[in-house]
């Protein structure tokens, strides 16, 4: 799972800043997850991209979060106008085409104050 | 839907004990996956065993083994003889198919003291 790059590892903002997180995937790998992980909390699916596709986006806030897999970079995930609510670790994983596993990245720890 | 369930909240032993980690899920789906994670102190994910629903059959590696019970709904995950370093919080989890989207459980904070 090392393969799964994401930066920054850790990410501060003042209230009302935007937050840009950034997850290249495994090389070969063409799906990608974003979960956010509330501390104290388990990790809850957001969005699914695949290659300038939003899949499945059942998971993320209707306002100020959105995510995009563009045909060339990186999987950005970004938040506008952030509160301190939207303070958590944020997970990217990937996977290959063909039904296999999907492998995380280390997670970018955002911190609003 | 999917739910899956991981009762325990926290668990603390002494090293050398054995110690259970239990996960119960839920789901219509007749082929799944199911899955388990560690995230030690330092934060990652470490993915730890995959296992797809016709496959029932125990797994060992090393200290860790995992008993998948169709019938219970259960894939509890057991470390024999545990050390200070198996402390991390574990995660189950589920997916539809192996490479799609994730339902995890809460988690369970295993604490092994010296």
């Known amino acids: 799972n090392a393969g799964v790059m994401q930066n920054p590892r850790h990410l501060v903002r003042r209230r009302g800043q935007e937050a840009r997180l950034r997850c290249s995937p495994m090389k070969g790998h063409s799906h990608v997850y974003w979960y956010r992980q509330l501390p104290e909390e388990g990790l809850k699916f957001m969005v699914y991209?695949?290659?300038?596709?939003?899949?499945?986006e059942s998971g993320m806030p209707k306002e100020r979060f959105s995510a995009e897999f563009p045909k060339e970079g990186p999987s950005i995930l970004r938040i506008q106008q952030v509160v301190r609510g939207d303070s958590a670790a944020y997970f990217c994983?990937?996977?290959?085409?063909?039904?296999?596993?999907?492998?995380f990245g280390q997670g970018t720890r955002l911190t609003v104050v | 839907a999917q739910k899956v369930t991981q009762a325990q909240t926290e668990i603390s032993v002494v090293e050398k004990e054995d110690v259970t980690l239990d996960c119960v899920y839920e789901?219509?789906?007749?082929?799944?996956?199911l899955f388990w994670y560690k995230q030690p102190p330092s934060g990652e994910l470490v993915f730890l065993i995959r296992?797809?629903?016709?496959?029932?059959q125990n797994e060992i590696s090393g200290r860790y083994s995992w008993n998948f019970q169709k019938s219970t709904s259960s894939f509890n995950f057991t470390i024999t003889a545990s050390q200070v370093v198996d402390s991390a919080v574990y995660f189950c989890?589920?997916?539809?198919?192996?490479?799609?989207?994730?339902?995890f459980g809460e988690g369970t904070q295993l604490t092994v003291n010296p």
């Open positions: 789901t219509r789906d007749t082929t799944y996956y």
């Open positions: 989890a589920l997916s539809e198919t192996s490479g799609s989207r994730l339902t």
């Open positions: 994983a990937s996977s290959g085409p063909l039904n296999t596993e999907a492998f």
């Open positions: 991209l695949q290659k300038e596709n939003i899949i499945d």
């Open positions: 296992r797809n629903s016709f496959d029932e």
